[in-house]
Every structure is written in C-alpha cells, then in structure tokens.
C-alpha cells in the first residue's frame, strides 16, 4: 500500500503563491507518476498537472499554465506544486495521486490517493 500526504494548503489572497507538497511511502516512489487533483464544493474532480515517474516529463491543465508547476524530489519521495498568481476560482481541496504508468488526467486510473489539502483564495 502506498500513503500520500499532502500539505502546504491554506488562506492566500488573490494574486499569491502557495507549494503543495506530497509526501509518499510505502512503495518505491520512482516507479509511479504522480498527478494533482482538485476539487471544489459541487464540482467534479479535475486534473491540475502530472509528472512522469522519470520527472523528465510534465502535463499541466490549461486552465492552470503559466501559473502553477510540478516538480518531484526522488531523494525526499516527494511532489511538489508550485502555484502562482492564484485567483478565487482556485479554491478547492487539492489531492495528490500515484499510479504505475504514466501520467493521466482521469482521476479513476490513480491507484493511490491522499486525503487531500484546502487552498482558499480570498478576493
């Protein structure tokens, strides 16, 4: 079994940053491609961004690019999301996922889950 963490979520005013971290065990974390989720109150679950097991390869959601990036530290077992110039429609609990192939933007093919961090945007 493989455990997810995520942290670093919290209150930001629009226009500013916050890193999401997720840290793994269990499972050998090179060999998984890691994915962030979101999802805000009423909303289906939507792709953020992904990185490849290798980290040599990035997908990020349109509707985030230019603002947030992903990035991982095989040394730490851990994603990150750096996510910048944030605005109100952001807000959302944002999860981290793992699965053994590469990246995917439909959250049913991750096989492992965190619980999830709330980012909240103030206007």
């Known amino acids: 079994q493989m455990q997810l963490v995520e942290s670093g979520g919290g209150l930001v005013q629009t226009g500013g940053s916050l890193r999401l971290s997720c840290v793994a065990s269990?499972?050998?974390?090179?060999?998984?491609?890691m994915g962030w989720f979101r999802q805000a109150p009423e909303k289906e679950r939507e792709f953020v961004a992904g990185?490849?097991?290798?980290?040599?390869?990035?997908n990020i959601a349109e509707t985030v690019k230019g603002r947030f990036s992903i990035s991982r530290d095989h040394a730490k077992n851990t994603v990150y999301l750096q996510m910048n110039s944030l605005k109100p429609e952001d807000t959302a609990v944002y999860y981290c996922?793992?699965?053994?192939?590469?990246?995917?933007?439909?959250?049913?093919?991750?096989?492992?889950w965190g619980l999830g961090t709330q980012v909240t945007v103030s206007s």
């Open positions: 996922a793992a699965r053994i192939d590469g990246v995917d933007v439909t959250p049913t093919t991750y096989n492992y």
């Open positions: 990185i490849t097991s290798s980290g040599r390869s990035t």
């Open positions: 269990g499972y050998t974390f090179s060999w998984f491609a």
